[in-house]
């Protein structure tokens, strides 16, 4: 048997034959598989090559997979000492 290299631990081939799948399981899926991706890795071109592959336009993880080609949003910052007001 050889190792895909988009999925190696068969996560999103799994994730595309079970029926009724969510979409939150579907982003704790692909969540795992983002994890297990090399840091040296292209992710976005995994990601259209698993598309490629099995992209079912109604399926969750399809939307999924497409958000995430979008890339992540600008991280915020959202508490600490910088935020609090200070007396001048």
């Not at 915020?76 to 007396?87: E, H, L, V």
Request: with cysteine; charged share 30%.
């Amino acid at each position: 048997m050889t190792k895909d290299t988009l999925d190696p631990k068969g996560l999103i081939r799994e994730a595309y034959r079970i029926d009724g799948i969510t979409y939150a399981e579907c982003r704790s899926i692909f969540l795992d598989w983002a994890l297990s991706v090399p840091l040296d890795a292209d992710t976005i071109t995994a990601i259209s090559g698993l598309l490629q592959r099995y992209g079912a336009e109604d399926h969750p993880m399809t939307k999924v997979m497409r958000e995430a080609q979008g890339g992540m949003a600008t991280p915020r910052r959202r508490g600490g000492w910088r935020s609090r007001t200070r007396p001048n």
